[in-house]
């Protein structure tokens, strides 16, 4: 199995631009989240999809941030506009069952807002 | 253990130590745990679990122990190599709850 796929890798934009991130959770896997990493938050959790539904979203910092997931084997999250404070690692990952066990982290998209 | 601020708690050890790495947990009702690894570049990789019904459990040179009356875990490696050198996170799911929360992480140095 290739693991979670994440693309891109590297994304630089500038600020006000819409940026989209995509992910391709393990197949067989029915749980997807979303994560951000910073130096000054850590691994902050955005969203978590679950049989393609959005189970909760509460950690989303704003109306700028949307995630989708049209399918099983595919989900973008998107940040539109994007602005500084938005530059960071974003990680997918998807696990089997509900979500607790094991998570199965992608690469990342290391993203910088200029 | 924990971090505040920008800067990670940093362990160093040598080549064929044992290292222990520490996370205090913030809640009595965490009901499940597991420790992550990251390496540079690279998104978090599972290393072992424990429920709260244990108190040890061990892997391939790995050995989690967890201590519930002061909210404690830890990952004790077993002859540290070189390839061990990431950032450690531990993560807890309280009362079944599908939404992990994540420690800040311990960074690991093994010195050849």
């Known amino acids: 199995d290739a693991g979670v796929i994440q693309s891109p890798r590297h994304e630089v934009t500038e600020m006000g631009q819409e940026v989209t991130l995509r992910c391709k959770p393990i197949?067989?896997?029915?749980?997807l989240f979303w994560y951000r990493q910073t130096m000054m938050r850590g691994l902050e959790l955005l969203i978590y999809?679950?049989?393609?539904?959005?189970?909760?979203d509460s950690g989303m910092p704003e109306d700028r941030f949307s995630a989708k997931m049209p399918n099983a084997s595919f989900s973008t999250l998107k940040i539109q506009p994007s602005e500084p404070r938005d530059s960071a690692v974003y990680f997918c990952?998807?696990?089997?069952?509900?979500?607790?066990?094991?998570?199965?982290f992608g690469p990342g998209t290391r993203l910088t807002v200029t | 253990g924990e971090s505040v601020g920008l800067h990670l708690p940093t362990l160093s050890v040598q080549e064929g130590d044992n290292s222990i790495i520490n996370c205090a947990y913030s809640?009595?009702?965490?009901?499940?745990f597991i420790w992550y690894k990251q390496e540079s570049g690279k998104g978090p990789q599972f290393i072992i679990d424990?429920?709260?019904?244990?108190d040890k459990r061990q892997g391939q040179r790995v050995t989690v122990l967890l201590n519930k009356t002061v909210k404690h875990l830890s990952l004790q490696i077993a002859a540290t190599q070189p390839g061990d050198s990431a950032v450690y996170f531990c993560?807890?799911?309280?009362?079944?709850?599908?939404?992990?929360?994540f420690g800040r992480g311990t960074s690991l140095i093994v010195h050849p």
């Open positions: 990952a998807s696990s089997l069952g509900q979500g607790i066990g094991e998570q199965y």
């Open positions: 197949s067989g896997h029915n749980s």
């Open positions: 999809f679950n049989n393609n539904v959005p189970i909760d």
């Open positions: 809640n009595s009702a965490s009901d499940y």
């Open positions: 424990i429920r709260s019904n244990m």
């Open positions: 993560a807890e799911n309280i009362g079944g709850s599908y939404i992990p929360t």
